[in-house]
């Protein structure tokens, strides 16, 4: 019998914020600092007090994504649930059916399976299902520290800043990096900064990108400005080939160390040989530019070679090859992003306007997938309609 008890916090009865408070409630700024109650008990068999009143739009959401087992998305759950900062919501984008056998249906909203769906899908469709202004994907097994949320989301005072990247430990060894956010090589190749070391420096931290799947903090206009995680990548691939977006469209990413989140290597999910050999090639050829052509080709070309003499002679070298091949043949939906791309560092947010340029979803979409994400309300009835 899952029964969890919670520290006191404080209820925000408003969700009204100083002028250049980066804690507002909005990501646009209120006249007035918020009011706050004194710390209450809660409980989460049953709740000590009767009701509380809530913004009727939180300030953050948590997006846990429930890939791998029920009991580690449970653990995952009793850890946020445990630690979770005032005014915000929590949703379980599930990739199998769960019954939620300790009730949690009130404090958890738990989005069902999609037919067909893959995981950054599920990820989106959550997004897609909240209007906070910050929100936090979160990878089912890993585990959050007291005031994770509240040190990352301070980092987003900066108009420019689309995404906080928080320090994540290994699990097994605490004393040891897992991922301090994600870069990517020419190559084709993602990889995690900073893995298996107990400090980084200030090169390797310039590396970094964009959050790592497992657990990253995101300004939704900025998510919704871009056109979402593609879906048509694994986690593995998504987070980097976000990151340079991001870029592209000069927006910024920093790391906030203070937020600290704990998970095993398991935690970073793997879609199997051939899904990963299909993602990681669309990835390189997504992200195909002219500067350097020669060289990364050379590289890539290399890489695969190394990926085929390593699993040859096993049944995934063929699979691997012919998720490759088919990866290739998908030239022009490659082709289309890339100018989609250039066409975003065209009209890329300047640092001297950054405070001045409000993010609407009337900007360059980059993956056409992910259309129906940034699309007005106006848009959607007329689809419908038609």
């Known amino acids: 019998m899952l029964n969890v008890g919670f520290p006191g916090r404080s209820i925000n009865l408003g969700s009204l914020g100083c002028r250049n408070n980066p804690n507002s409630g909005t990501d646009a700024y209120s006249p007035c600092a918020p009011r706050k109650v004194p710390k209450l008990a809660y409980s989460r068999a049953r709740p000590v007090f009767a009701e509380l009143e809530r913004s009727s739009v939180p300030r953050l959401a948590i997006v846990v994504s429930a890939v791998g087992s029920i009991e580690s998305m449970e653990a995952t759950l009793v850890s946020v649930l445990e630690h979770r900062p005032a005014d915000c919501e929590i949703i379980v984008a599930l990739q199998r059916p769960y019954a939620d056998p300790y009730d949690l249906k009130d404090e958890v909203q738990f989005l069902p399976p999609g037919r067909r769906r893959s995981v950054m899908s599920a990820i989106n469709h959550a997004l897609a299902a909240t209007r906070a202004p910050f929100v ?47 870069s990517y090589r020419k190559r084709g190749q993602r990889y995690l900064v900073g893995q298996g070391r107990q400090s980084i420096d200030s090169a390797t931290q310039a590396a970094m990108i964009a959050p790592a799947s497992m657990a990253g903090f995101y300004r939704k206009a900025a998510l919704d400005f871009v056109g979402g995680f593609s ?101 022009k939906g490659h082709a289309r992003h890339r100018l989609a791309l250039a066409e975003l560092a065209a009209r890329a947010i300047r640092p001297a306007a950054a405070v001045e340029t409000k993010l609407t979803n009337d900007n360059v979409r980059i993956d056409r997938s992910h259309d129906s994400l940034t699309r007005s309300d106006a848009a959607r009835t007329r689809a419908h309609a038609s």
């Open 231 to 331: 879906d048509r990548l694994g986690p593995r691939q998504a987070d980097a080939d976000l990151g340079i977006v991001f870029r592209k469209a000069g927006l910024g990413v920093v790391l906030e160390a203070r937020s600290q989140v704990f998970a095993t290597p398991e935690a970073d999910v793997s879609i199997g040989s051939m899904g990963e050999a299909l993602a990681n090639e669309r990835l390189f050829w997504r992200n195909f530019v002219a500067p350097g052509r020669v060289t990364g080709l050379m590289a890539h070309a290399m890489h695969v070679a190394y990926e085929t003499v390593a699993s040859f002679g096993r049944p995934r070298m063929v699979t691997q090859a012919m998720a490759r091949m088919w990866a290739c043949c998908e030239a």
């Open 136 to 182: 936090h994907v979160l990878a089912a097994g890993c585990q959050v520290s007291e005031g994770w949320a509240d040190e990352a989301l301070g980092r987003f005072g900066d108009r420019q800043v689309a995404a906080v990247v928080p320090m994540i430990w290994n699990a097994n060894d605490s004393q040891q990096i897992l991922a301090a956010g994600v």
